[in-house]
């Protein structure tokens, strides 16, 4: 667990599933819509931010497919929102960084991320690659988006970092 200023950051309960609905809901354009069963039963994957008891940010995570033998997964960063009032205060990089040190007690060959912020992810170490590098999210969400034909015209920027992962302060 982390503390800021005003700001904790923890691993989300079952009792932040209906917030973290609806915060995902306020981002129609920049976030693929969480059903509450998803949530629900993804919430081991979910870290909020809270002020005051409220909530005011979350991240989440996939482990992606791999195919054929187990080697070093593909970590996907997702559903990360920061309350229209509370951003541009360093919520949205601490999820971040905190939701990367998570991942990283998997040892992932890489974490990535499909977002329309790609300046935001950069100052965090992430490069711009090819969607061709990343088959198995392709095959895992964007076979089934309703919003683009295709992940090749969808203009969310894909991006990858690789190990070192940074240390943070955040969950144990
Ligand atoms: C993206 C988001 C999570 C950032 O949260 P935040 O708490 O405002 O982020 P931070 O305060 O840590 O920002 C750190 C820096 O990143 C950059 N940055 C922040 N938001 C950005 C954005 N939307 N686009 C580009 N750069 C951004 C800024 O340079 C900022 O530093 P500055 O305030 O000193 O200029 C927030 O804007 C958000 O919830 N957006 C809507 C949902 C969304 O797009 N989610 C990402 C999907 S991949």
Known sequence: MTTGAKHILMAAGFDDAQDVFNLIKKYPEELVPRSIS????????????????????VVS?????EIGAPKSPTVEIKSLAVEKEHQRKGIGTELVLTVMQRIALFHPAQIIILTFSPEFFAKLGFEKVPKETLMHKIYLGCANCTKYDSPFTCPE???????????TDGLT
């Open 61 to 65: 995570w996939q482990i992606l497919p």
């Open 157 to 167: 920027i894909a991006m990858a970092k690789q190990p070192p992962f940074p240390k």
């Open 38 to 57: 998803d949530i629900v039963q993804n919430i081991d994957r979910f870290i909020v931010c809270k002020i005051d008891g409220h909530l005011v940010g």
